[in-house]
């Protein structure tokens, strides 16, 4: 992928004060983009940020993505910092693991708020932006093989990812006259600051792992920045799996 292949384009990336999605921050700015980095943490959007701001452009915004008035105040700053929007990347997302007989209505509607709400309304209000600009331009969603695969404790989470699938299937009707792709990324097993701190977590998605090793970062960010790049711009509705293959075999972790 060219160096400066995002030059002049503005992304905003949710949930990206770690992990993937400060991968995908961290790389777009390096290609050229400017970047709106959110986390609900302040602390760690603005640490992240500044990180980034060390190969590229880019603007901490922490904040509730869950929360509609803070969505739309984000992407009203794309558009007036940078006078344009042209990637939304809807990353942001929480895991509450739990029994299906004993999970609490406070978990599976937060689940859902985050998951599948501010993905929902991030894609709507960007939409409307990138419609009225006239150029096109790319969505994509965060999902997870836990909405391919079931998973234990993770009723929830699975489905509100699958959701997000179907989501992106359904804007293609929605958005495709307008120039705008929508796809989906399900990383399986990443090597994350969360992840790293299980020490087994490697041992054993290593060994299930047709590849012989979980994701790192990297590699989820790399299938990311192709997908909202100029050289996907034919493809849409898609979910692209980035598992090392284990949703072909599927054995369980425990």
Not at 68 to 73: P, W
Not at 76 to 99: H, M, P, S
Not at 117 to 135: C, H, N, V
């Amino acid at each position: 992928m060219d160096s400066d292949i995002f030059s002049g384009k503005t992304a905003i990336v949710t949930g990206a004060g770690q992990g993937i999605g400060f991968e995908v921050c961290r790389r777009l700015a390096l290609a050229g983009a400017t970047v709106l980095l959110n986390d609900v943490d302040t602390r760690l959007a603005e640490e992240a940020a500044k990180n980034v701001q060390a190969v590229g452009r880019c603007i901490a915004c922490p904040g509730d993505s869950g929360d509609l008035a803070f969505i739309r105040d984000v992407v009203g700053k794309a558009v007036t910092e940078t006078g344009t929007l042209d990637i939304v990347i809807a990353n942001a997302g929480i895991t509450l693991f739990g029994e299906f007989l004993e999970y609490p209505p406070e978990s599976f509607y937060k689940v859902m708020e985050i998951n599948l709400g501010g993905s929902f309304f991030l894609a709507q209000e960007a939409a409307k932006r990138l419609i009225q600009q006239g150029k096109g331009g790319s969505i994509l969603f965060t999902s997870s093989v836990t909405g391919h695969q079931a998973h234990k404790n993770l009723a929830a989470y699975g489905m509100s990812k699958a959701a997000l699938e179907m989501l992106a299937r359904h804007l293609v009707v929605e958005l495709s006259p307008f120039g705008i792709n929508v796809n989906a990324v399900a990383p399986g097993a990443t090597l994350t600051e969360r992840t790293v701190g299980d020490k087994q977590y490697e041992t054993t998605w290593s060994a299930i792992t047709p590849v012989g090793r979980p994701a790192m970062v990297g590699d989820i960010a790399a299938a990311m920045l192709f997908l909202v790049s100029d050289q996907a711009r034919h493809i849409t509705g898609q979910t692209l799996i980035v598992d090392g293959g284990w949703t072909s075999v599927s054995p369980s972790p425990y």
